[in-house]
Antibody
Framework: QVQLVQSGAEVEKPGASVKISCQAS????????MHWLRQAPGQRVEWMGW????????AYSQKLQGRVTITRDTFASTTYLEVTGLISEDTAVYYC??????????????WGQGTLVTVSS | DIVMTQSPDSLAVSLGERATFNCKSS????????????LAWYQQKPGQPPKLLIY???TRESGVPDRFSGSGSGTDFTLTISSLQAEDVAVYYC?????????FGQGTRLEIK
């Protein structure tokens, strides 16, 4: 069965960077796109970006462009989200989530369990 | 950005009764070349990630009970639970994937009356 397993919770100081991993199993890794999203307490889900896992090309939310990088390791069936210049408003649960297709416009079907990132001095 | 607005913010329904959720997009999410609405519905329970219920506005995801159905086109959409079960208590979100940034509604919280 399809599983997306994310790395554990992180606590970071303002200005620091964080890198979260998402290991996929149960399907052919390179044939589906992967999104990264986040949900701050009491807020709606926010889309951060998407990766074409096959060729490594990424697209990002304009709001976060320049602070977010999505990459992958095809041998490890793992995608990574790095966020730099952390601020308190980045405190949220971060999710990786698979697209139903190789693109970003097929709809999101499977989600990771979520990784809590807390930004605090 | 396409703004997704859901109504109501919360809903209380008796077991066995119908629950109806509304979602409105600030611009059409119907793509004319394939006649598909790029709209999905998700269910989220506390401490869990969202779960896909419906995509293309009305296609039920595999394994989702048939009491869940989606309808609508263009800018106005509805999710219906035909006969509420206790395990349906959750927050329900609509999402458009017509264009980036992909955007979500603010959610509708469903409770048992």
């Amino acid at each position: 069965q399809v599983q997306l397993v994310q790395s554990g919770a992180e606590v970071e100081k303002p200005g620091a960077s964080v890198k979260i991993s998402c290991q996929a199993s149960g399907y052919t890794f390179t044939t589906f796109g992967m999104h990264w999203l986040r949900q701050a307490p009491g807020q709606r889900v926010e889309w951060m970006g998407w990766l074409n896992v096959g060729n490594g090309n990424a697209a990002y939310s304009q709001k976060l462009q320049g602070r977010v990088t999505i990459t992958r390791d095809t041998f490890a069936s793992t995608t990574y989200l790095e966020v730099t210049g952390l601020i308190s408003e980045d405190t949220a649960v971060y999710y990786c989530a698979r697209d139903r297709t190789q693109t970003w416009y097929g709809g999101i079907d499977y989600w990771g369990q979520g990784t809590l990132v807390t930004v605090s001095s | 950005d396409i703004v997704m607005t859901q109504s109501p913010d919360s809903l209380a329904v008796s077991l066995g009764e119908r629950a109806t959720f509304n979602c409105k997009s600030s611009q059409s999410v119907l793509y004319s070349s394939d006649n598909k609405n790029y709209l999905a519905w998700y269910q989220q329970k506390p401490g869990q990630p969202p779960k896909l219920l419906i995509y293309w506005a009305s296609t039920r995801e595999s394994g989702v009970p048939d009491r869940f159905s989606g309808s609508g086109s263009g800018t106005d959409f509805t999710l219906t639970i035909s006969s509420l079960q206790a395990e349906d208590v959750a927050v329900y979100y609509c999402q458009q994937y017509y264009t980036t940034p992909i955007t979500f509604g603010q959610g509708t919280r469903l409770e048992i009356k």
